[in-house]
């Protein structure tokens, strides 16, 4: 039987099949040679089950993946973490306010989408706290990038018949930092979900995340999307500081007029990328973006 995994505890996995929920062990010659930290099998994963019992089985194969969207670990051994895999596209959200937003953060989290196959959409959340013309002033950079911008309001619906329509039909993974509303829009998206949010567990859980694994669910109209953990810090994983420039579209006309091949584009002289930078043709923030994020890249080398 074959079926999709939409949760991860422990060493078990929850597999859907057609409507239904079986709870499946993994097949020991599954995990040889995967003795990393990542399990051999992840959310979003396609898989041949044999039964064992009513509703719970073994996973036997796990089938090819098309993307998968990861980002490297911290601690002292770093490790490439995968959260989901065969999606389609990367939700990508901040929050106008409470917390404010990170554009570096929304650049990373681009960066490992188009590394990992996927389409990156950006959502800023939590609008009713901020202006109409604050609003048109945050999403400005982001729509310069040229992907899709969402403003909304996961509480009081603004903005969220357009968001859903993005997501109706299609697979995607949302993050975003703790508390920028990720469960409250996919309550809103689909009341039946009933997803824990801050409000409810503040009491007892004050400053810790409300998420804390990554589920996969099944959108009513049609689609999947993956709730998940807010992300601190999102670490690259699997791009070299030589590449960087390659994930920059706005870069690439540039390339050419760089005097040295390898240009880094930080300090070196005749370099078509500052030039340009200067001439206002590449925006100053996402430039500034690339040299933190080169530099930071080269520290880990
Ligand atoms: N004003 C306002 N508050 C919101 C909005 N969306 C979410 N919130 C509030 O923000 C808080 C955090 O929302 P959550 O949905 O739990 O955030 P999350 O991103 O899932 O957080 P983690 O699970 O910890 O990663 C809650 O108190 C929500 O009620 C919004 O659009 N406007
Ligand atoms: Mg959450
Ligand atoms: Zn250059």
């Known amino acids: 039987m074959r079926g999709r995994v939409i949760r991860i505890s422990g060493l078990k996995c929850l597999v859907e099949i057609d409507e239904s929920n079986w709870l499946c062990e993994i097949r020991g010659r599954l995990k040889s040679g995967h003795r990393k930290a990542n399990s051999p099998v992840i959310v979003g994963d396609w898989v041949d089950i044999v039964p064992t019992a009513d509703q719970a089985g073994v996973i036997e194969a796990v089938h090819p993946r098309t993307s998968k969207f990861s980002r490297g670990a911290s601690g002292a051994r770093p490790f490439e973490q995968i959260l989901s895999v065969n999606m389609d596209q990367l939700v990508v959200v901040v929050s106008a306010r409470e917390p404010s937003p990170r554009i570096g953060f929304i650049d990373r989290a681009i960066l490992m989408a188009v590394k990992g196959n996927l389409q990156p959409i950006i959502c800023i959340n939590k609008i009713d706290l ?163 994020i080169f530099e930071g890249l080269k520290e880990d080398e």
């Not at 903005?159 to 829009?185: C, E, N, P």
């Not at 998420?211 to 807010?230: C, E, R, S």
């Not at 880094?264 to 430039?287: K, N």
């Open 130 to 292: 901020i202006s109409i013309d604050e609003a048109s002033l945050l999403m400005a950079p982001y729509v310069a990038l040229g992907y899709p911008v969402f403003l909304t309001d996961a509480l009081g619906g603004e903005g969220m018949h357009d968001f859903k329509s993005a997501l109706l039909g299609r697979t995607s993974i949302i993050v975003g930092q703790s508390g920028v509303g990720k469960s409250s829009l996919l309550n809103f998206i689909e009341p039946g979900l009933g997803l824990k949010t801050r409000e409810i567990m503040t009491r007892h859980d004050r400053g810790r995340h409300t998420t804390t694994a990554v589920h996969l669910f099944k959108l009513k109209q049609g689609g999947y999307i993956a709730d998940t953990p807010g992300i601190k810090e999102l670490r690259l994983w699997g791009i070299k500081a030589a590449e960087l420039d390659a994930y920059y579209p706005e870069f690439e006309p540039m390339l050419s007029q760089c005097k040295f091949a390898d240009c880094s584009h930080l300090h070196e002289p005749h370099c078509g990328v500052r030039e340009a930078v200067e001439g206002q043709q590449i925006a100053q923030a996402r430039y500034d973006g690339y040299r933190r």
